[in-house]
Each structure stands twice: as structure tokens, then as C-alpha cells.
């Protein structure tokens, strides 16, 4: 018969040592970890048959573990300390000793742990329940977004820095809110900047402050963003848009946890986890001289991958109804249903600007909606993706040299469009050539990875 594996998570090391060598005595076969975090990073927390773990630890408490895993986890507490023990049984402990501890108690209560084998079925039901969100806010039952779950709350236990990747609109700042939401950090809001949004001059200043009269129109002494985040988790959209004076800066941080106002000569210590996102390939922005080589390796920690909406199956259908349900609840109309035919075209249609565009279908078929059902029609929703059956044809333009190409799909037609135009025309110009709002014309820049060229110094 195997013997059974169990994990010791204590950071005294006489203490672990000690239990160590008792289990052994009693035939278990025992790992050990320092925290949780060492606990997540070195094992396969599911391959053990018991884990014991004391309440108090480095980074983050014991009972966290319980949230990471289905093996069963035995919590370790001091006397002083048994109503927390209680509590978290509450949680989901299968059991709590308390130090200083009777060795015949151990034994008893591993065994016991043992016999009782997995968390039951009806709490893993209850977390994969297709009604429910298994991360706060987010919904999704396919296997692509089952992962991503697993990883979050993987994650969300460390304080690591976390890189997240995805197309636009997907959801990338959800992902962050879920991580903050699950760590020790949860009790200080989330700090969260689009990196893209604000101009290339005043970035450094928004995330590391400055003294008064470091540059003309600093009036007085601000407080950057990163620094509003220390003791909390910092989120930085669209990482790929920093410039490179910020990313040095921002380096500085990770590397030494401390940031250097603009115009200050004296550093200030901060404990601020981060948390990154981006559509673009950072790699190739490295490549490009673009990105920091050094600062890539120092975000690229551990890094989770949004699917796309196109590969998540049906839970676009689950997104769709939640989406409709609260859009109604927002603007106060009735209580409104998809049509048969709306719900295949939810399905069959790719979805390019992912949730984010199912969400504004959704709220546009809401407002144009004259009876309790939402129709195809209603979605303005274009099935068949071909620029001949779009709003986005255009005037003929003799100098723009695009071959008419019926089966030329969208995204193959505004980057052509964009990168043969770019040069001769400003933003507004091309937004309207294009029929499209300029803020749509950004959008659409950073999924397709066109960045707006820079005008050159005189």
C-alpha cells in the first residue's frame, strides 16, 4: 500500500523539523514549506493527502491554503489563538490543533483527515456551479476559463508579480481585481491606471509624484499612484505604453522597493504588489527597443492568459444572460429575453472586441428594444465579418492603393488602411475616413498592436 503524503507549511523550522520526523516515525511520507507562497510555487498541492499548516506565516495566513486546494487542511494555532483556529474551520479546516500539541493528537487528527479524503463533493459542486462565478465578477465554465481560475486564486496567495495578457476587451482588469480580491492586500482598494490614457509628459509625475517646482505648473507637492498603492496591489494597464523614463523608474521599484519623487533627491520605501497587463507582444516590443529588457523579466513572474471570447465555448450564452439581466437592472426596463435566432448569432458571431462589444450590443439592443425580446436585428451584430457587408466602406480613394478584395476581413482592412494613411493624414482624418469616433480609432490601434507614430523632435 502507498504511503500517504503529507505537506508541513510552518515557518519555525524546530517546530516543522519536530513533526517531520514524528509522521515519518508513523510511516508518512512528508514534504515541508516555509509559506504559503513557497508551499504554491514548489508543489502540486492536490498530489497530498493531508496538508498541516500553521495559522500565522510569513506573506500570507495558513487558512489560505484552504481556498488553493481540495486536499483537506489542518490548521496550527497557539492557545491564545483558538478562536481564529475555530474560525477557520468555518472556512473550510478539516481540523485545528493547538501548540503545544500532544503527539498522539496529531496522529490521530492526520488519520482522521485521511479517512475523510477530499473536500466534499458538494462544495466542489457549489464552486463549479455554471449559475455562479467561480472569481469574484467573472463567469465562465469552460475548460480555458476553469484554468484561468485555477491560476488566479494560484496567484492571488503570493504576492508575485503578475503579468496579464489578452485581447482588448477581454476582461484584463477583472482578472486583477479577482488577484487583489483573493490576497492578503483586499482590506486597501486596488490601484488601478491605464497607462495609454495619460499623456507621455505627465506619466512619470501621476505614478511617482513630484516636489513643487520640479517643472513648470508643479505648484505644489503631489503624491504619485505607486505610492498611494503601498501596503496594496498597484494595476497597470497596458504596460506596453510606458515610456522608457518611466519603465527605469518603475524598475527601481520592483528591484529595490522604493520610489523617488520628480524633482526629490530622497527615496521612500513602499510595499506595493504588482499586477500588469497588456494585448501587445512584449517580447517583440523588446525586440523594438520599445520595452526594457530587464524590466520585461522583472514583470514576467508569473503570467496568466485570457482566452478570447471566440474560444470559451458556451459560456458566451451564460455572459449574454448575465449581461442582459443586469443591463435591464441598470437602466430600470423590464425584464427583457433573447429571441432563438439572437442566441445563435451570439454564438456564431467571433466577438473581435470580446466582452467589451458583447456588453455594448447588449445595452444598444436594451435601449432599442420596443417589446420583452431581444432579436438578432436588435444586436446589430455583422455575421457574415466581410468589409462588402459593413458600415466601414468607403469612398474609392484613387491615391490608396488597396486592392478591392471582397474577402478581405476587417482587421485585415483597417491596418492596411491605417498604415498606407497614418503618414498623410492626423487622427481625426483617419476616424472619419474610416467612420469611426477618434476614441474608436485608439481602440482599435492597441488590439491590432498599431501604436500612433510619435512626431519627430525639430
Keep these: 500500500m502507498p504511503m500517504h503524503q503529507v505537506l508541513i507549511v510552518e515557518d519555525e523550522s524546530v517546530i516543522r523539523h519536530a513533526l517531520k520526523r514524528l509522521l515519518e516515525r508513523h510511516e508518512y511520507l512528508v514534504s515541508e514549506a516555509a509559506s504559503v507562497r513557497e508551499s504554491l510555487q514548489e508543489f502540486d498541492l492536490e498530489k497530498f493527502d493531508v496538508i498541516i499548516s500553521d495559522l500565522r506565516l510569513p506573506g500570507a495566513p495558513g487558512t489560505d491554503l484552504i481556498k488553493a486546494t481540495r486536499t483537506p487542511v489542518m490548521i496550527m494555532t497557539s492557545y491564545s489563538s483558538l478562536k481564529s483556529a475555530v474560525d477557520s474551520v468555518k472556512m473550510g479546516a478539516v481540523d485545528y490543533i493547538a501548540k503545544p ?36 465578477g467573472m463567469i465562465g465554465n469552460s475548460e480555458p476559463m476553469l484554468e484561468l481560475f485555477r491560476r488566479i486564486r494560484k496567484v492571488a496567495l503570493t504576492d508575485s508579480t503578475v503579468l496579464i495578457d489578452g485581447e482588448s476587451g477581454t476582461g484584463k482588469e477583472l482578472v486583477a481585481q479577482a488577484i487583489h480580491s483573493l490576497n492578503s492586500r483586499r482590506q486597501a482598494d486596488m490601484i488601478s491606471v491605464n497607462c495609454a490614457a495619460i499623456p507621455e509628459n505627465l506619466i512619470e509625475s501621476e505614478l511617482f509624484g513630484h516636489e513643487k517646482g520640479s517643472f513648470t505648473g508643479a505648484t505644489s507637492t503631489r503624491t504619485g499612484l505607486v505610492e498611494a498603492a503601498d501596503g496594496s496591489t498597484l494595476f497597470l494597464d497596458e504596460i506596453g505604453e510606458l515610456p522608457l523614463e518611466a519603465q527605469a523608474r518603475l524598475l527601481r521599484v520592483l528591484q529595490e522597493n522604493e520610489i523617488r519623487k520628480v524633482g526629490s533627491i530622497q527615496s521612500k520605501k513602499v510595499d506595493v504588489r504588482l499586477v500588469a497587463a497588456t494585448h501587445r507582444d512584449l517580447k517583440q516590443l523588446v525586440a523594438e527597443g520599445e520595452f526594457r529588457e530587464d524590466l520585461y523579466y522583472r514583470i514576467n513572474v508569473m503570467t496568466l492568459s485570457i482566452p478570447p471570447l471566440r474560444d470559451r465555448g458556451d459560456d458566451i450564452l451564460r455572459l449574454a444572460e448575465s449581461k442582459l439581466q443586469k443591463t435591464c437592472a441598470r437602466l430600470k426596463t423590464p425584464r427583457l429575453h433573447f429571441s432563438a435566432d439572437a442566441l445563435e448569432a451570439i454564438t456564431i458571431y467571433p466577438w473581435p472586441g470580446n466582452v467589451r462589444e458583447l456588453e455594448n450590443a447588449i445595452e444598444r439592443a436594451v435601449v432599442l428594444s420596443e ?25 474609392q480613394d484613387s491615391d490608396a492603393n488597396i486592392e478591392s478584395d471582397d474577402e478581405l476581413s476587417l482587421e485585415d482592412y483597417f491596418q ?36 500612433r507614430k510619435k512626431k519627430q523632435a525639430c
Design 101 to 136: 500539541f500532544e503527539h498522539s493528537e496529531i496522529i490521530e487528527s492526520v488519520s482522521k483527515a485521511i479517512k475523510t479524503g477530499k473536500k466534499s463533493e458538494i462544495t466542489e459542486i457549489s464552486d463549479t456551479d455554471v449559475n455562479g462565478p467561480k472569481i469574484p
Design 371 to 395: 417589446s420583452d425580446e431581444i432579436t438578432t436585428s436588435l444586436l446589430a451584430i455583422d455575421l457574415d465579418h466581410k468589409i462588402k457587408d459593413t458600415k466601414l466602406i468607403i469612398e
Design 416 to 451: 492596411r488602411f491605417v498604415l498606407e494613411h497614418q503618414d498623410s493624414m492626423n487622427e481625426t482624418q483617419l476616424a472619419k475616413k474610416l467612420g469611426i469616433s477618434r476614441k474608436c480609432l485608439w481602440e482599435r490601434r492597441q488590439r491590432f498592436g498599431l501604436p
